[in-house]
Nanobody, 126 residues
Framework: HVQLVESGGGSVQAGESLRLSCAAS????????MGWFRQTPGKEREGVAVIGFGGVTNYADSVQGRFTISRDHARNTLYLQMISLKPEDTAVYYC?????????????????????WGQGTQVTVS
């Protein structure tokens, strides 16, 4: 049973930082494409960042240079370090996992390719 549990959300002022964590269990963590998505009311869930098996990463243009995705294999944990936060970053952030993907597939950050999701954590920037 695959389980993803996010933590680290909260309310911050513009320009501040947050780090989100996602604890993963129930599968061969290292073989999965992992990612962060976000969603605001009335909008589609959008890809923010993804990381492949070997640590290669890809980011949405809107967060490039401000967000960093990383993974700790020993702790089966995914992270999203967010700096210089903007009000438009306000959203519910979701951790997601996709098994057995090529990097080409993973890098596209297509929501439908990710079969496992966490419950989400709210990030509010004012």
């Amino acid at each position: 049973h695959v389980q993803l549990v996010e933590s680290g959300g909260g309310s911050v002022q513009a320009g501040e930082s947050l780090r989100l964590s996602c604890a993963a269990s129930g599968y061969s963590y290292g073989s999965f494409c992992m990612g962060w998505f976000r969603q605001t009311p009335g909008k589609e869930r959008e890809g923010v960042a993804v990381i492949g098996f070997g640590g290669v990463t890809n980011y949405a243009d809107s967060v490039q240079g401000r967000f960093t995705i990383s993974r700790d294999h020993a702790r089966n944990t995914l992270y999203l370090q967010m700096i210089s936060l903007k009000p438009e970053d306000t959203a519910v952030y979701y951790c997601a996992a996709a098994p057995s993907q090529t990097w080409r597939q993973c890098s596209r950050m297509t929501r439908g390719d990710f079969g496992y999701w966490g419950q989400g954590t709210q990030v509010t920037v004012s």
